[in-house]
């Protein structure tokens, strides 16, 4: 299907965050661009300022201040925020932001929540997103919901970084076990997709991977696209937080079913990036974490 051609006024709440690539995707398409954040002064701010992007107050704790960034505009993308404001904090600012939009008379709103949400979950996390996703639905606003699976940027988590520095890619698996994962910017690509169809893909939930392979595999995959050797680990559950512990033991027992082949096929614009070309993507983070071996002498 073609994209709708007419430029859009897109606010992006919380565009200094881990999804703010939606930003230049944007950019890139024609759109005009209004990049809420709590602080424009700050030097991340000032950043999105100079690709010229207009920036505005609010705040996930305040609706009004989500309803003034909002007015006017054509679409609104806005993702959980559980990794800052944990599950009760996620639940009260995808509340506020779907009554944001909603006061603010925003045709879409672009949502992502989580693969797994569901309201009889064992995880908090999980029950959260579904309540949130419940609440866009009621406010009246046309909404599309992304569902990501487990994101590849994960690897990069604070409590990863110490193996990683050892020549180790952790794993929330077994290593042999297969784990979908995604690509945030295959995620904010569709994002982008969704805002420009926003006739078509009003209503829907959409499930979100972009590749599936064990940490064996993932670990070839770094090898092959940066030439960095890692030796794939199971993560101990011991060493972690409650929350993530959680997670990764859902992981193992329920985990994701996205048919990838079937996502690529509906949305072949996105690009969707194989493990190898993501790693690839991230060469510099890579090289600032793991060390290279040095060279055997022969």
Do not use: C
């Amino acid at each position: 299907m073609p994209t709708e051609a007419r430029p859009k006024t897109v606010v992006v709440a919380g565009a200094t965050g881990r999804l703010g690539v939606i930003v230049e995707i944007l950019l890139a398409r024609g759109h005009s661009v209004r990049a809420m954040t709590r602080d424009p002064s700050s030097p991340a701010a000032a950043l999105l300022g100079g690709l010229g992007v207009d920036l505005v107050f609010g705040d996930f704790e305040d609706p009004a201040s989500i309803e003034t960034a909002a007015a006017g505009a054509d679409a609104l993308f806005a993702t959980g925020t559980v990794h800052q404001a944990g599950p009760d904090g996620e639940l009260r600012h995808g509340r506020n932001v779907a009554d944001g939009a909603a006061a603010a008379g925003v045709a879409h709103l672009v949502y992502s929540s989580g693969d797994g949400a569901a309201h009889d979950s064992p995880l908090p996390l999980f029950r959260v997103k579904a309540r949130v996703e419940e609440h866009i639905r009621s406010v009246g606003v046309g909404y599309t919901i992304l569902a990501p699976v487990y994101f590849m940027e994960n690897l990069f988590n604070p409590w990863n970084v110490p193996a990683l520095s050892r020549g180790i890619l952790p794993s929330p698996v077994p290593v042999d076990m297969p784990l979908q994962q995604v690509a945030i910017a295959d995620l904010a690509a569709l994002a982008a997709l969704a805002i420009e169809r926003g006739d078509e893909l009003a209503g829907q939930r959409i499930r979100v991977a972009s590749d599936e392979l064990t940490a064996e595999q993932a670990a070839a995959a770094v090898a092959s696209a940066v030439g960095l050797d890692l030796e794939a680990q199971r993560i101990a559950p011991e060493e972690l937080p409650s929350g993530p512990r959680a997670l990764f033991d859902w992981l193992e027992r329920v985990g994701h079913d996205v048919d990838i082949s079937a996502l690529r096929r509906r949305y072949p614009e996105v690009g969707w990036r194989r493990y190898a070309d993501w790693a690839r993507s991230k060469r510099s983070r890579f090289g600032q974490l793991v060390p290279r071996r040095p060279a055997v002498a022969s």
